[in-house]
């Protein structure tokens, strides 16, 4: 089962049988735990595992593969049709009436935890995190030796506390309270939530009115500490919620805040982003195999260009027709927004396609016990950040920047400068459109990809521009972060759907009190 | 107000002689042409108006009412409501839980209470339902909940003057927060199946020819009904007001008007016409669930509206057909065209017919009319 592990696991069980003083495997043991009555094997195997030795090891594996058979008062292991005898591994002859052994479920169960038990004497520290875990709901007394003796060799510090914790529960079932009383002192250390659910269940039929006021205790800073955990999950989740919509409504920050453009199909440029994301993924999958893990470093130019392209054929298209008609606008781009969903579909399928994370955004950083940050959100929360920063600058900074602002302020006076006002908007339209995209390349990433991405986000993010106020970047930013902190801390509340209810109608009242949005546009140009 | 140098029109008729026998003949089609083309001419006939024509045609003017709704708050008030397909399943909902009432103790587990309670384990009905066995209060509540909820979103919306492509987007937020809603099933909607098999209608089985030209009829007089109150509303100074609100609110604010109440009652009346027009729907087509709150629904209705022409109450009902009508053969003939063709339609009109083939008709016979003249 375990063939690298072998030799280690033999190498670690002599250094042990040299300090605990073993007896080894004897005839008569194995006996014991090869047949007879069930309750009798279980205490023969636990005796065995708790000064265990190779022979042990190997006899009870044999056990657990149906490998041994029994022979009058002999256990013969069976092995490639040999007889082996358990204790010295000599070969012996199988006698012709040697019977099967017989495991019930219960037998095979225990010869299973014998075993994870075993593991935790394992050298490897990987081997050791996988037996602890596999003892991590463990709440046998008769485990209770060898998890003290694993408890003593530990090295690493941080499965000592698993191990703590789970001796703690180990004794917070026993009979003595003095000892249970000690156990829900170690207990209330624990971060871990099966502890709460321990903890509950033994104070349910705890007697010992210490014992329960200990109890009491532990099982409220536990409870603190999950707490702790919980919220800040919620901050975590509600932080990258709010960067997904941050990256949405940047680029409807720019076509309908700045440029005043209602754009329905904004979620569909946000799908092509997502499918540029899928073709490049494929692209370096088929060309240049070993540089996989990092076809997000092309997919996020391509996820840009594709939509800013699209956006820019739309604009010259459809939309410098419409400008200051913005109701026929909107149903101009919700008719785009057919056009290319239809479109994915003809060319890519009705179906979800697989967009795969690279290697390096699996995983996370785990905080706390019930607190894991996974990467790909880290990445996409930084991400956003990186975007935003990117915008604002070009925004503010740069030529381009101040003809978007003069022709959105005036329109008239820019031309008279000589800004090329048509060229601008085009410029602009593309430029939001791109962003659209990069939110399509991160949505690529944490969610599904096919024909419908977009319809999920665009009434979000269009709550996210009139909350945030039009023509503001920072309004935006603040709207975004404030409705995905707000959504999953009402989510943890209420439920997801009821949570997203709640959001909207706070944005309806809101809107009612500020029309103008969080930081209204003041003076002149505000109408 | 009137200065003697304003010279306002006389009022005029409500319908035109032509208009009037065009009224009329409308009238005798739908109460007695299509009936005895139905039931009466043998189905092997050419004449023969098929069932499925009956129903396809009786969706059909239930959509166009909807289209006359939005015509109204659109067209005439120049507000866009991306909210009109909630006001219409609101009133499938209240028709749908009446007709969920009347199946009684036939459905699948022969409880008191409608199959997917049970299937929910609930004992007794939730109080939304109280009303839901009278066909009275049915009929009350169908108009009555739409226009209740348009009324009092109407009203701190339009307070706060909130307009235009604001008022479209809360408007989609709402009808959105609305789907979601009805899609849990804690509501007692029916959640994602909403409801169907209805079995009987005021205690006559729904699925007899008969009962269905019945509601073909019903349909069609009262489409014909909002035509003239549309009609007159539109003529009457109210409507003028309506249609200056439109071009030029804040001019109407300076001339001492509120505009207040006038958009109030024009966005609660069109939301009660949609209610009315959801109502007919769901006994004809047989089943309502929260897909009908979608906002591509709501948004079809606009385009049906500004397909026909807008500020024209033939136009939108024209639209509904037409839009409607390429829908249903469309999507049997060339299923993946039909998003094309409804997109580019959005696209096409917006761009080259902002007064819809009603305007095109009548540029048309214009030209006609100045070739013939010199």
Known sequence: MFPSLFPRLIACLLLLCAAVQAHALTAESARAMAAGDTDDRIAALQAAIATPDEATIAFIRAMGEDAVKIAGEKAIVIKDDKGLDPVTGAEVPVPDDAEDIVNNNRMRGEFDTALASLQLMSTEIAERRKAIDALREETDEARLPLIEKALAAEQDAALKTHLESIRARILIGSSDPAKRLSAAQHLAASGNPATRTVLLEQLRSEEDPKVKAALQAALKTVEERLQWGERLAAVFSGISLGSILLLVALGLAITYGLMGVINMAHGELMMIGAYATYVMQGIVQKYFPGAFDWYLVAAVPAAFMASALMGAVLERGVIRFLYGRPLETLLATWGISLMLQQLVRSIFGAQNVGVENPSWMSGGVQLMENLQLPWNRLIIVGFALAVLGAVAFLISRTRLGLFVRGVTQNRPIASCMGVNTARVDTYAFALGSGIAGLAGCALSQVGNVGPDLGQGYIVDSFMVVVLGGVGQLAGTVYAALGLGILNKFLEGWTGAVLAKIAVLVFIIVFIQKRPQGIFAVKGRSAD | ?374
Request: hydrophobic share 55%; proline share 5%; glycine share 10%.
């Open chain 2, 1 to 374: 107000m009137t200065t003697p140098a304003i010279q306002l029109p006389a009022p005029a008729p409500l319908l035109t002689r032509s208009g009037w026998s065009a009224f009329i003949v409308a009238l005798i089609v739908v109460c007695a042409v299509a009936p005895v083309l139905n039931l009466w001419v043998p189905a092997g006939s050419a004449l023969h108006l098929s069932d499925y024509a009956v129903a396809l045609l009786g969706k059909i003017m239930c959509y166009a009412i909807c289209a006359l709704a939005m015509d109204l708050i659109w067209g005439y008030t120049g507000i866009l409501s991306l909210g009109h397909g909630l006001f219409f399943a609101l009133g499938g909902y209240v028709m749908g839980m009446y007709l969920m009432r009347q199946i009684g103790r036939d459905g699948n587990y022969q409880s008191d209470l409608p199959d997917f309670m049970v299937f929910l384990d609930w004992k007794e009905l939730p109080w939304h339902w109280a009303l839901s066995d009278s066909f009275v209060a049915t009929l009350v509540l169908i108009v009555a909940v739409p226009g209740l909820i348009a009324f009092v979103f109407g009203y701190f919306a339009f307070r706060s003057r909130i307009k235009g492509v604001y008022f479209s987007i809360i408007t989609q937020a709402m009808t959105y927060a609305a789907m979601l809603l009805f899609f849990r099933n804690e509501t007692g909607f029916g959640g994602n199946n909403g409801f169907t098999d209805f079995k009987r209608i005021l205690g006559m089985p729904i699925a007899t020819p008969t009962m269905r030209m019945t509601l073909f009829v019903l349909t069609g007089v009262t489409l014909l009904g909002f035509f003239l109150l549309a009609r007159w509303l539109t003529l009457a100074k109210f409507g003028r007001v309506l249609q200056a609100v439109r071009d030029a609110e804040s001019r109407v604010m300076f001339s001492g008007y509120a505009p207040l109440p006038y958009k109030l009652t024009i966005w609660t009346l069109s939301a009660m016409m949609c209610g009315v027009a959801g109502a007919l729907y769901v006994p004809q087509v047989g089943i309502i669930n929260p897909g009908e709150m979608s906002a591509a629904n709501s948004i079809e209705i606009a385009v049906w509206a500004a397909v026909g022409g807008r500020a024209t109450l033939v136009g939108p009902i024209a639209g509904a057909f037409i839009v409607n009508g390429a829908k249903s053969w469309l999507t049997v003939t060339a299923p993946e065209f039909w998003l094309y063709f409804l997109g580019a339609l959005f696209i096409a009109v917006t761009l080259f017919l902002p007064d819809g083939v009603v305007g095109l008709v009548k540029k048309l016979k214009s030209r006609k009319s100045e070739g013939a003249a010199p």
